[in-house]
């Protein structure tokens, strides 16, 4: 664990991703997006196969519609875009995603989902020091997650792709969502924490000027988190609920993102 971690009950609000930040359901979106893309490349002949690696380098984080076409433009595959109602059987890039979100409904149902332990635990920590937090999430399922996991009343605001359709706001890594997070929670983002677990957020959260992107390392890996805008990397967010009030920097004081860069170098 770091030295010095910076003390989100001295930030004017926290903003969190929503998959495999507060809910494992990463590992939910990973299986389904398994599913569809094993079918695609095997039907059209795509190579090289389809990979968890391919998840982390061109769908995590970003709308779904967008990581559909970021993966198969990745192996030089054009298709046409579609319209959001497309069926499911649809060979389009909204076909495809509205596929996968079958998918992952499905399992949604089937498997429930209960948030991370730490999480849970830094969130009602939060929520009981009157600390405002949202969720900033690409995910048009924010919604049905954060209510099925039981958590959705922590919330003021959620920002998810429901809402960056409607409002037109471009997908991570644009600053465009957790900008959007921040206006509607009523904090200054340079006085505020970002939580992200992939890089695609993480360079979100840097682009809209957050004092601290804290990046949480569930697969993506500490230095990919990092040079994509991570302030500091932790394995799980229990770290701050436990962490002694020698170990915890105020966000005030001289800058926490320097003293943590600072004691990163010293450690590498």
Partial sequence: MPEALPDPLRAEGVLFDLDGVLTPTAEVHMRAWKVVFDDVFERWGITPPYSDADYFDYVDGKKRYDGVASLLRSRNVEIPWGAVDDPPEAETICGIGNRKNAAFAESLRGEGIAPFPGSLALVEKLSAAGIPIGVVSSSKNAEEVLAAAGIRSFFRVVVDGVVAERDNLASKPAADMFSAGAVALGVDPA??????????????????????????????????????????????????????????????????????????????
């Fill in 191 to 268: 006085r505020s924490i970002a939580v992200e677990d992939a890089t695609s957020g993480a360079a979100s959260a840097a682009a809209a000027g957050f004092a601290i992107v804290v990046g949480v390392d569930r697969g993506t890996g500490a230095d990919a988190l990092r040079a994509a805008g991570a302030t500091v990397v932790v394995s799980d967010l229990d770290v701050f609920v436990d962490a002694a009030a020698d170990q915890v920097a105020d966000l005030d004081s001289e800058s926490a993102a320097q003293a943590i860069r600072s004691q990163d170098e010293d450690t590498a």
